[in-house]
């Protein structure tokens, strides 16, 4: 048998960190926005990546639940939107400040950049603002955004969104805020030109309409995605999704996808 | 202190294994710390074809555990023997290759061909709950088993015969020894117990394949007790495997008569479980006063007498 391989040890935990909670409040009722302080210095996050994050400190429940980046201050320290939906969230809803969290990451791929004339329209559907988040911060006024959630009461940190000076275009299933009708509708009415880049995240209905949209104009763009998953770090092969090239794992091979190769 | 065990003529620098499936075939570990920490790896599950896997979703987590139905999506044998096996190669630990046949020409072809590719030793899936062929087909019977075990020991020259059990049979001491007599040099159990996932609100089960495995602290007392059973019918060494998340779990299984132990759901938890697990054990037997671990196995005092 060969000698052990010293080198690989190199970046030994590298990815994998505790971090004590600095902030965990309410920003729209059943969205939370978590800050955490990472001991030790974890690679900075790209647009798009994700970390999994311990629920709690204790060992319930078992598996960390996966969140994307959603800012970073200069000092390192990370936060994340979510949505209250199940066990691990709600638990985690309940955890006060100087609580030490286990947490793995940043994961997975992130979203390349517009490449020189392309334009980005970023669509956004209810919590699925959490992944685009960093691109309205890093195209600020180039950006144009679509966001589009159930209700106003969905359309969490639309202040935060419209601060980044993007424009802006909202609208909603009941019609409480902006247009009465999906992020689709939206496109339609916008008719962004050829030369656009979609970065979308949202609900699994609307990423299928964004790649339908998306073929029938001949427009280039990604989506992120979202699938239950185990490790996060793409050995349980928990997380796939077909693509047009066969299952892909969301954790490794994305979360971020080209459109065009999404079903 | 001594840490390593054998498992027939394969040493073992510790009991620590990591369980198939939850490990892939090392890659995405192996950038959280040195392989060669572990006493070896049981790689994801080999078909003689590619195998897609179950549609999504996949893993649902359960009150202590976790259900899976991947449905044994792997590279299949070629690319295994090419890309995967030369990988863990490079590290200073065991490697096993879990084999799934979906005849038993199958199996002994599959076998044969890791045989010769030197891996250390091949863990016959016979117990996988999620795939329609094969799988737990044959562990169902112990007559079929053992002529299956009988037909791949003839194929297999220097790698250790592990075959891999499940706990979804009505006696797993009958199929153990099935195992044992068919030729295998050791067995590991258990194997994930099926279990189902219901969305109440939208009245369907939650995993796509309806069924799936479950794993993870939840079933460690199942795994214990069929442990314990196991090893008091077979002569052969058993690596227990079943909710192993810390050191104490692992001394526990080895004292139920284990000889090597597997860390599974565990590395999904914390990439980092298993070295933490070796770590565990020899802090117990520093505590303890044990100079060989081996002391341990089988070390389990019943006191009432009717046991």
Redesign the interface.
């Given at each position: 048998?060969?000698?052990?391989?010293?080198h690989?040890?190199a970046?030994?935990?590298?990815?994998?960190f505790r971090a004590a909670l600095t902030g965990n409040f309410e920003v729209s009722p059943g969205y939370r926005l978590l800050s955490l302080r990472p001991e030790g210095s974890p690679p900075a996050p790209k647009p798009g990546q994700f970390y999994m994050v311990a629920s709690g400190p204790g060992?319930?429940?078992?598996?960390?639940r996966p969140f994307c980046y959603f800012d970073s201050t200069g000092d390192g320290d990370l936060s994340m939107l979510y949505k209250v939906q199940g066990?691990?969230t709600r638990m985690l809803a309940a955890m006060p400040d100087g609580v030490i969290l286990?947490v793995?990451g940043p994961l997975g791929n992130s979203y390349p950049m517009p490449k020189k004339g392309q334009r980005p329209i970023i669509v956004a559907g209810g919590i699925g603002i959490a992944s685009v988040m960093p691109l309205i911060k890093k195209f600020g006024p180039e950006a144009r955004v679509v966001f589009g959630a159930r209700s106003q009461e969905d359309m969490v940190m639309r202040r935060e969104v419209s601060g980044f000076l993007c424009e802006l275009h909202g609208c909603t299933d009941d019609g409480t805020l902006g247009l009465q009708g999906t992020v689709v509708d939206m496109l339609h009415e916008l008719a962004p030109e050829d030369d656009s880049l979609i970065y979308a995240c949202g609900p699994k209905p609307m990423t299928r309409a964004v790649v339908e949209y998306a073929a029938q104009k001949r427009l280039k763009g990604y989506a992120s995605l979202e699938?239950?998953?185990?490790?996060g770090?793409?050995?349980?092969?928990?997380?796939?999704?077909?693509t047009k090239k066969?299952?892909r794992r969301v954790c490794?091979e994305g979360p971020v996808f080209k459109l065009e190769d999404l079903i | 202190m001594n840490l390593s065990v054998s498992i027939g003529k394969l040493k073992l620098k510790n009991p620590v294994l990591v369980a198939s499936g939850t490990f892939g075939y090392g890659e995405e570990f192996s950038e959280f710390y040195d392989l060669g920490r572990i006493g070896g790896v049981m790689m994801k599950g080999i078909s003689l074809k590619p195998r897609e896997g179950n549609p999504p979703p996949r893993v649902y987590e359960t009150p202590c555990g976790m259900l899976n139905a991947i449905g044994l999506q792997n590279v299949g044998l070629n690319k295994f023997i090419k890309e995967k096996l030369p990988f863990i190669r490079q590290f200073d630990t065991a490697a096993i290759a879990n084999v799934l046949g979906n005849t038993p020409a199958e199996y002994v072809r599959i076998s044969r061909q890791l045989d010769e590719a030197g891996v250390d030793a091949i863990e016959l899936n016979v117990s996988c709950p999620n795939v329609k062929k094969g799988g737990i087909a044959f562990c169902a019977d112990p007559r079929t088993l053992g002529r299956l075990v009988g037909k791949v020991r003839e194929a297999v020259r220097n790698a250790v015969l592990i075959v891999k059990l499940s706990p979804n049979v009505t006696d797993i001491r009958s199929v153990a020894r099935a195992a044992e007599e068919g030729g295998a040099d050791a067995v590991s159990l258990i194997n994930t117990l099926t279990g189902m996932a219901i969305d109440a609100r939208t009245r369907r089960p939650v995993l796509a394949n309806v069924t799936g495995g479950l794993s993870g602290p939840a079933i460690k007392p199942i795994a214990l007790r069929m442990v314990h059973e196991v090893c008091k019918e077979v002569k052969i060494p058993v690596i227990g495997m079943g909710g192993i998340a810390t050191g104490l779990d692992a001394v526990e299984f080895m004292l139920a008569g284990a000889t090597a132990v597997a860390v599974g759901t565990a590395n999904f938890v914390s990439p980092g479980a298993a070295p933490a697990v070796v770590d565990g054990i020899e802090e117990f037997m520093r505590a303890e006063g044990l100079e060989d671990v081996s002391e341990l196995i089988g070390g389990l005092l019943i006191d009432n007498p009717d046991h």
């Open positions: 048998m060969p000698a052990a391989s010293g690989r040890t970046s030994m935990s590298a990815r994998s060992p319930e429940p078992l598996l960390k066990k691990g286990d793995l699938e239950y998953m185990a490790c770090i793409g050995a349980c092969m928990g997380c796939v999704v077909m066969g299952y490794k | -």
